[in-house]
């Protein structure tokens, strides 16, 4: 439960919606006219805000799209870092995995995916996003477990989880391809849970 001291302020509360507005602006724009064919002006112009306000977020548009990723990853961590110390560690990712079983953070994830399909600077950002969370899932592992775990171990993990991140999502595009109703943004999850409880049991042949 959130205390009224941990409550976010007004302030921040209008720059997560203005920073939310360039990332559907950017999405939507490279739904429309694909990637590459607009710029940071056109963006920042569908976002209702300034150039220098566009800036002010993100470096280009690129970045804008590939955002969705990194807060997907982000939130996935905080579930992470939640989970009770005595839980072990491949439980701890599954369970915050499961955390996210609404839409509102896969599906916006999913369709940014999907417009950064085949457009290398948008996949090197979400490529991005994953090395960043694998740094980030090392030093989870290493708050909660202390030294009790050696270095090949925790990195290993953690980029084995971001491994199977990435492997879910690129054969739900294989399956799903540019469909994201519901239906398919549950099979998306269904793919995480799945590769992570095959990382788990060793990738055991079922």
């Keep these: 439960m959130i205390s009224p001291l941990d409550a976010p302020s007004r302030r921040e509360l209008n720059k997560a919606a203005t ?24 963006l920042a112009e569908a976002a209702g805000v300034s150039r220098r306000t566009f800036f002010n977020y993100f470096s280009s548009a690129d970045e804008a799209i590939a955002a969705p990723t990194f807060g997907f990853l982000d939130a996935a961590l905080d579930r992470f870092r939640e989970r009770p110390p005595g839980e072990p560690l491949l439980e701890s990712a599954i369970n915050a995995l499961v955390g996210l ?8 994830m999913a369709q940014s995916f999907i417009v950064a399909h085949g457009h290398d600077p948008v996949t090197r950002f979400q490529l991005q996003a994953f090395d960043e969370c694998s740094e980030k899932i090392v030093a989870a592992i290493r708050k909660r477990e202390g030294d009790s ?16 991140g990435k492997a879910s999502l690129q054969v739900w595009f294989a399956e799903r391809g540019g ?5 398919s943004i549950d099979r998306l999850r269904e ?14 042949v079922p």
């Design 19 to 42: 920073r939310q507005s360039i990332i559907l602006a950017a999405v939507d724009l490279a739904r429309e006219r694909g990637l590459g064919n607009f710029t940071a002006e056109d």
């Design 101 to 108: 079983a609404d839409h509102e953070l896969m599906a916006p």
């Design 149 to 164: 775990l050696d270095e090949l171990y925790v990195q290993a993990l953690a980029g084995s989880v971001m491994a199977c």
């Design 179 to 183: 469909d994201l109703s519901p239906s």
């Design 191 to 204: 793919l995480l849970m799945a590769s992570i409880a095959h990382l788990k049991c060793g990738f055991a």
